[in-house]
Every structure is written in C-alpha cells, then in structure tokens.
C-alpha cells in the first residue's frame, strides 16, 4: 500500500469545500409539507453525506421522531414554516455529536423563546445568521489545524519498517482528529449543562 501524503491532504482540504450551510435567503417564506421539506433538505445539503448516493438527509420517520422528543414543534395544518427548517438544519449538525436529550436542552428554550417571535425580539432567522457568520472563519481556522495535524502525525513511528509506517501513520492522523473531536464533545457537553441551568434560571 502506497499513499501519496500530498494528495491525501488535499484531498482533506478540499472536502472542506463542500461544507457549508444553507443560506438564510435560499429557505423559502411560505409553509412547506413534509415532502416538500424532505426535498429540500436533501437538495442543499446532499453533497455533504460520506456516501451521497445512500446516506438520507431527513426523512418523514425522522421528522416524526424529532416532534416526539420535543425537538421540533409541531406543524400547522401539516405545514412546516421557516422557522420548523432552521430546527431542523440545527438538529441536523448537532445530532452527529450530541444526544437527543442534549440537543433538547440547547433547542427548547430557543424554541420557546424565539420560534415565530414577534414585538421585535430576535427570531430564529437572526440567531441562525449570526451563528453561521462564523463558519468562515471557523473553516480557515481548521485547515490550518487539519494542516498542522497532519504534519505531526508524519512524524510518528519513524523506527517502524517502511512497509508499515504509511498505514501507522494515517491511523496515527485519525487518532489525533478522533482525540480532538473527544475533547471537544466533552467541553459542549459540560457547555450544555451550563446552558441548561442559565436558560432554566431565566425563565424562572
């Protein structure tokens, strides 16, 4: 086995390219049914599934699962608005990592506060806005890191036979990836307990 390092990176990089979120103008203003938002989905965010031809966005099961766990408030008419899309875009990237109880801790006060928000108050449009203007950011920041990640892994069981050392080190990169990944699930977990009690202290 052979691995060219250089195209394994960019290869990595340019993955990156196809993340991305689904803009705030491309949702569209009137209510949707089901089917129509399970197209949806799937149109914007299909490119980023490991296998696209297999992998499911959303399907009717799941929407139904996440009204049943208070994830998502139920719809109007069997319509879906805007603001039932912008949920499920956030369930979406959350539910790789977190757990369902998690994520109904981070979504429900949101929901409660600021779904079909009115007087003013910020609506779940702006909080999703605000919380994606960092995604460019966030990307650059993580090439570097990928990059950087990648360089130290090269460097590891330089003893071993050089019939080995190629795979040794790509698992050596994965563990690293998967170590950081670790970390970070466990500092949103103990994040999330925070926001829990400050939201719970809120609304009392």
Known sequence: MTIDREDLLNSILESLKRIHHIKLEDIP?????????????????????????????????MINNYA???LLPPPVRKK?????????IFIYYYKG????GDIQSLLKPLTERYFHAANGAPDLGYIYEEV??????????LKENIIKK????????QDAPEKDREILQLFSFISILSYDVYVKRLLIEKMIDSFKDATTKNKG
């Open 29 to 61: 203003n009137i209510d949707l049914y089901m089917d129509q938002v399970t197209t949806f989905m799937e149109s914007k965010l299909r490119s980023t599934t490991r296998n696209p031809d297999e992998d499911k966005i959303l399907t009717k099961t």
């Open 68 to 70: 049943k766990n208070d």
């Open 80 to 88: 879906y608005s805007k603001e039932h899309i912008l949920l499920l």
């Open 97 to 100: 990592i977190l757990s369902i």
């Open 132 to 141: 994606f203007s960092l995604e460019a950011d966030e990307v650059a920041d």
């Open 150 to 157: 990648f360089s130290t892994s090269q460097k590891t069981f």
